[in-house]
Every structure is written in structure tokens, then in C-alpha cells.
């Protein structure tokens, strides 16, 4: 079973939500990339989601936009990526093996890769699925097929301002849980979310029994505290990879070790005694 569908199925056992970092894969280079997923899921992260070096990012904003380049001029490629995903894997380490990876990919480098060799290289390295923003909904039903073949799942972003009835066709067709993209607009930190939101959020719940994990414009406790009770998981982007740019010239173990406090406070104020 992928390992999505088993995480979301134990922490509804256990009545927990998940936490979902992103970081950039090879920013500022891919073995820290290997030291942050360590230490982010040793301080509590349940998931990771591994940005795709990308030259024209379509809802990445400045700050994600930034790392995305300071990858690409050291040369990340998309199968250094998975060799790192897959030296992770291969450590046989019970709580890495558990957790689940997934990539944020323009659909222009999935292209140029090819579909059927990416998905083939990204399922044998160990990912579990693929978030593709510039993915229309009506243009997706080949690349979910050919994902769901390798149990590979298609996690598909609905906005506050999807029409309601693309929404719901875009719920029938995601698999694994759905991306709700908290603001209108592109990543990035924000200090108040949109009153709307939880209602939003709500609605969407009524409509689909696929877990559903906020992102875009997470990167407190407080959102964390906010948002925990209503939805499956939540997405903290733009706050580490700033962390990360603003400390790339101090010592790799700081920064880890720095990267780690704030991943273990966020994993903290999902605690259902911390929510509220």
C-alpha cells in the first residue's frame, strides 16, 4: 500500500493531522537536503514534499522561486534527486522508510524527462507521489492513470477561487489527499490567513473523503494551531526555505539543528492538546 494512504489511515487512529514540510531538493546542496529530511522526521514531520529545481515556476513564489535557482546553478538535475531519495530509502531506517515523499514538478520537466520514465525512475527511488501545479485537471486523467499503475499518487491543488464545481472534479480526480491552497496568489509567508478559510476548508470536506492538507502561507505555530482542527495535514513551505537562505553561511549543523527546533515547534502545536 502506498504509504500516503497508510499514514493518513494510522493518524486518524490516532486522531492526529500530519505535518508536511517542503524544502527544495538541492538547496543549497543535495546531501543537506539528505540532513533536513533526517532531522525534520526525527523532530516530527509526517510527510515531505521535495521541490523540483525549476527555472519558471508557475505558483512558486520569490522566496521558493530563489532556492529553485540557487539549485539549478549548482547543477541539480532531476536524477540527482531521486538518487537521493533513494540513498534515503535504502538506510532501511524504520521511521524514514514510513514516511512518506512527495514532488512539486512543473509538468514541463515531467515532459522533457518523459512520462513514462519519470514516473518508472520516481516510483523505484521511492517517492509516493506527485503534486504538478500547472497540471490542468481536464489534461490530467493519462498522467493519474499511468501514476496509479505504479501506486504512484496525482495530488491536485484546488484554490479559494476554484469554482465549485471544478472543485469537485478536481476532488474525483486527485489521489492520496488534496492540496487546498489557503490563499489566491503565489507561496509565500503570510502573516493572517483568510478569515474564509476554515469555511472553505469545511465545504470541501463535505465532498470528498480524501484527506485534505492546507499549504500556501503556513508558517507559524499560530497557523498551525488555527488550522489544525480542520484540516488533514498542513503544508509549511516558504518559512523553512527563508531559514535556509537566511543561515547559508553558517555551519551545516547549525542550520539542521536550527531547521529541526522550528519543524519540532510546528509538530508541537499540531498536538490536539496545543490546538485551538
Same mark, same amino acid.
Given at each position: 500500500?502506498?504509504?500516503?494512504?497508510?499514514?493518513?489511515?494510522?493518524?486518524?487512529?490516532?486522531?492526529?493531522?500530519?505535518?508536511?514540510?517542503?524544502?527544495?531538493?538541492?538547496?543549497?546542496?543535495?546531501?543537506?537536503?539528505?540532513?533536513?529530511?533526517?532531522?525534520?522526521?526525527?523532530?516530527?514531520?509526517?510527510?515531505?514534499?521535495?521541490?523540483?529545481?525549476?527555472?519558471?515556476?508557475?505558483?512558486?513564489?520569490?522566496?521558493?522561486?530563489?532556492?529553485?535557482?540557487?539549485?539549478?546553478?549548482?547543477?541539480?538535475?532531476?536524477?540527482?534527486?531521486?538518487?537521493?531519495?533513494?540513498?534515503?530509502?535504502?538506510?532501511?531506517?524504520?521511521?524514514?522508510?514510513?514516511?512518506?515523499?512527495?514532488?512539486?514538478?512543473?509538468? #514541463?520537466?515531467?515532459?522533457? *524527462? /518523459?512520462?513514462?520514465?519519470?514516473?518508472?525512475? &520516481?516510483? $523505484? @527511488?521511492?517517492?509516493?507521489?506527485?503534486?504538478?501545479?500547472?497540471?490542468?485537471?481536464?489534461?490530467?486523467?493519462?498522467?493519474?492513470?499511468?501514476?496509479?499503475?505504479?501506486?504512484?499518487?496525482?495530488?491536485?491543488?484546488?484554490?479559494?477561487?476554484?469554482?465549485?464545481?471544478?472543485?469537485?472534479?478536481?476532488?474525483?480526480?486527485?489521489?492520496?489527499?488534496?492540496?487546498?491552497?489557503?490563499?489566491a496568489g503565489i507561496t509565500g509567508e503570510r502573516k493572517e490567513l483568510?478569515?474564509?478559510?476554515?469555511?472553505?476548508?469545511?465545504?470541501?470536506?463535505?465532498?470528498?473523503?480524501?484527506?485534505?492538507?492546507?499549504?500556501?502561507?503556513?508558517?507559524?505555530?499560530?497557523?498551525?494551531?488555527?488550522?489544525?482542527?480542520? #484540516?488533514?495535514?498542513?503544508? *509549511? /513551505?516558504?518559512?523553512?526555505?527563508?531559514?535556509? &537562505?537566511? $543561515? @547559508?553561511?553558517?555551519?551545516?549543523?547549525?542550520?539542521?539543528?536550527?531547521?529541526?527546533?522550528?519543524?519540532?515547534?510546528?509538530?508541537?502545536?499540531?498536538?490536539?492538546?496545543?490546538?485551538?
Amino acid at each position: 500500500m502506498n504509504r500516503i494512504d497508510v499514514l493518513f489511515g494510522r493518524l486518524r487512529e490516532q486522531g492526529r493531522h500530519a505535518l508536511m514540510p517542503f524544502v527544495t531538493a538541492g538547496d543549497p546542496d543535495l546531501a543537506t537536503t539528505g540532513l533536513l529530511i533526517r532531522e525534520m522526521v526525527r523532530r516530527g514531520a509526517d510527510m515531505i514534499e521535495l521541490g523540483i529545481p525549476y527555472s519558471d515556476p508557475v505558483a512558486d513564489g520569490p522566496v521558493i522561486a530563489a532556492s529553485y535557482q540557487r539549485a539549478l546553478e549548482r547543477g541539480v538535475k532531476v536524477a540527482h534527486i531521486l538518487d537521493a531519495v533513494r540513498a534515503i530509502r535504502a538506510e532501511g531506517r524504520e521511521e524514514l522508510d514510513a514516511t512518506p515523499i512527495v514532488s512539486m514538478s512543473s509538468f #514541463a520537466i515531467i515532459h522533457r *524527462v /518523459g512520462v513514462e520514465r519519470y514516473l518508472d525512475d &520516481a516510483a $523505484a @527511488a521511492g517517492l509516493d507521489g506527485l503534486i504538478v501545479p500547472d497540471l490542468p485537471v481536464e489534461e490530467s486523467a493519462a498522467l493519474m492513470e499511468k501514476a496509479t499503475a505504479r501506486a504512484l499518487k496525482l495530488i491536485q491543488l484546488i484554490t479559494p477561487t476554484t469554482p465549485k464545481a471544478r472543485a469537485e472534479e478536481i476532488a474525483r480526480m486527485t489521489t492520496g489527499f488534496i492540496y487546498f491552497v489557503s490563499v489566491a496568489g503565489i507561496t509565500g509567508e503570510r502573516k493572517e490567513l483568510p478569515p474564509d478559510l476554515v469555511a472553505n476548508v469545511e465545504w470541501l470536506r463535505a465532498r470528498t473523503e480524501l484527506p485534505i492538507c492546507v499549504g500556501f502561507g503556513i508558517s507559524t505555530p499560530d497557523h498551525v494551531r488555527r488550522l489544525a482542527p480542520v #484540516a488533514d495535514g498542513l503544508i *509549511v /513551505g516558504s518559512a523553512l526555505v527563508r531559514r535556509l &537562505a537566511d $543561515a @547559508a553561511d553558517r555551519p551545516r549543523p547549525e542550520v539542521v539543528r536550527d531547521i529541526g527546533d522550528f519543524v519540532g515547534e510546528l509538530a508541537g502545536a499540531m498536538k490536539p492538546g496545543e490546538a485551538g
